[in-house]
């Protein structure tokens, strides 16, 4: 069984910085990619940032700058520094895997998500 476990959200003034973890566990082959997703009330979720095995990047453009993700292979651990937090960044933020687990027949890959972690940016 794969868990992904998000921690770190928290209520934090604008311009006030705050740094997000995704824990991966279980029996796991390999991880392709983490990624971090976040969804505000009335709109769609998504994606803010993404790091593969090959330490490739990829930001969306309205944290770009202010964000930074990172990894941890050795714990399974995915960061998003988050710096200049905005009103808009407000949102629950969900962690986002790409992998695969071992099975009879090999391994099997596809996405697990974490439950979710909450950001409030406000004053």
């Known amino acids: 069984q794969v868990q992904l476990v998000e921690s770190g959200g928290d209520l934090v003034q604008p311009g006030g910085s705050l740094r997000l973890s995704c824990a991966a566990s279980g029996s796991i082959s390999s991880i392709y990619a983490m990624d971090w997703y976040r969804q505000a009330p009335g709109k769609q979720r998504e994606l803010v940032a993404g790091?593969?095995?090959?330490?490739?990047?990829k930001y969306a453009d309205s944290v770009k700058g202010r964000f930074t993700i990172s990894r941890d292979n050795a714990k399974n651990t995915v960061y998003l520094q988050m710096n200049s937090l905005k009103p808009e960044d407000t949102a629950v933020y969900y962690c986002?895997?790409?992998?695969?687990?071992?099975?009879?027949?090999?391994?099997?890959?596809?996405?697990?998500w974490g439950q979710g972690t909450q950001v409030t940016v406000s004053s």
């Open positions: 986002n895997a790409d992998l695969s687990v071992p099975t009879m027949r090999g391994e099997y890959r596809k996405n697990y």
């Open positions: 790091i593969t095995r090959g330490d490739t990047t």
